[in-house]
Structure formats: C-alpha cells, structure tokens
C-alpha cells in the first residue's frame, strides 16, 4: 500500500511569514500533484509535478519534486489569509491499462491570521 | 465552462437507513471518480468509471455501497445500510481523459453525510 505523510498536519501562523509543507513517502510516483480545498468545497489542482528534481512557481508558493520522486515540498513565501485552507499531495500510482490512480495524503490544514 | 455539480450537499440520516447521491460531471469528460473524505483524512478512491464501465472499484465496500455511470453521463452512489463510519463528505471528480501524466482531476462541492 502507497502512503503519502504530509507534515506539519496542522499550521497557524501569522500574515507575512514563510512555511514549507512536507510530503513523503516511501514510494516512487510518477507524478505528484498539489491541492487546496478550502471548507465545504472540493479540493483544487495547483500544481502537478513529473520530473524528479522538478520545481515549479506559481506566485508565492514553490513546489519541489524530490529527485527519488518519492517525496515533495511546497513553500509559501509571505503567507495571506486567503492561503487560509487544507493543502493536499496526492501521488500517481501506476495503474491499468496504462491509467494511474492517486494516493492522497491527509493534508496539513493552514491558517494565516491577519 | 461549467463545474462538476454533487446533489445533495448535505444529508442526516440515521443508522441503517439508505442513502444516495448524484453526481453531474463537466461535458465530454469520459472519467468519473468517486471519493470518500473522512474528516482528517485525505480523499480515498472509491470507484472509478471509463464512460460507463467501472475501471477500480477496489476500494468500494461492495456489501453497503452500490455506484452507477448509466449512458456515460451523470452517476449516482448509494449506500444501504449505512452505517456511523460512512459519516463523510462524498466527493465526485472527473478528468477528460483516464489519469495520466499532467491530465487533470476536477472536484465537484461534495456531498456532507451524517450517520446518526
């Protein structure tokens, strides 16, 4: 069984301070992807990473693929309230007939307090 | 371009009585998932449809849960009986094309059960 341990799991911090989140695993995926889900809606694709080694930006926050691909990290630079959310990794598993599924991980629930 | 569309967004229901939900997914897309959100967990796989024939369905507790893609389209999932750990939140998904490499997975709001 493919597990995905995110931590921290729980962050409170205050506007304008950095923090990184931690995805790992034990496992090789293919790709890796990122999510925010903010209360009472589903969760929204960020990123998706495929390459080990790999590092993306979209804005303030920076998303790196381990080189093993078996692990991740996302950094957010100057955080905002509207950060405020559960950030989910989710890894692509090799599947059937060439398809993939994703492994999710429980999530690190953030809130950035103005 | 509209979203993936759940019906209904909350449920309470007792022990043991039946439930079901409806998921309508964006236009043309030919794959549909089925997840389940404990609340602290991530979401987990239940059934995933290729138009309308079930792909995984590994991870669908077969005695209680029952899920159907009719015509390719819209899909429903029930549960009978529940039972007080199906408390949850029901997430339907759906990509254009089976999970593959960069393809994307969009989530509809959720269904928010409650098994009293």
């Known amino acids: 069984t493919q597990l995905l341990e995110q931590s921290p799991q729980f962050l409170s911090i205050q506007e304008g301070e950095n923090l990184t989140v931690y995805c790992n695993s034990s496992?090789?995926?293919?790709?890796l992807q990122w999510y925010r889900q903010e209360p009472g809606e589903g969760p929204v694709l960020l990123v998706t990473?495929?390459?080990?080694?790999e590092v993306k930006k979209l804005k303030r926050l920076t998303f790196q693929f381990g080189d093993a691909r078996k692990d991740s990290s996302l950094h957010i630079t100057a955080a905002q309230p509207g950060d405020t959310g559960l950030y989910l990794c989710a890894g692509a598993a090799e599947f059937q007939g060439g398809s993939e599924k994703l492994v999710f991980g429980k999530g690190m629930k953030l809130t950035v307090n103005p | 371009e509209a979203g993936v569309a759940q019906s209904p967004r909350y449920k309470i229901i007792e022990k043991r009585q039946s439930v079901a939900f409806w998921c309508n997914p964006i236009?043309?897309?030919?794959?549909l998932y089925w997840y389940q959100q404990i609340l602290g967990q991530g979401p987990k796989l239940l059934i995933q449809?290729?138009?309308?024939?079930?792909?995984?369905d590994s991870q669908l507790p077969k005695d209680r849960f029952s899920a159907e893609r009719l015509k390719g389209v819209d899909s429903t999932l029930k549960i009978q009986p529940a039972k007080l750990e199906d408390s949850a939140v029901y997430l339907c998904?759906?990509?254009?094309?089976?999970?593959?490499?960069?393809?994307?997975?969009?989530f509809g709001p959720g269904t928010r059960l409650l098994v009293l």
């Open positions: 449809f290729q138009n309308n024939g079930v792909v995984d």
């Open positions: 236009s043309g897309h030919a794959t």
């Open positions: 496992s090789v995926f293919s790709s």
């Open positions: 998904a759906s990509s254009l094309n089976p999970l593959r490499g960069s393809e994307t997975q969009y």
């Open positions: 990473v495929v390459t080990g080694g």
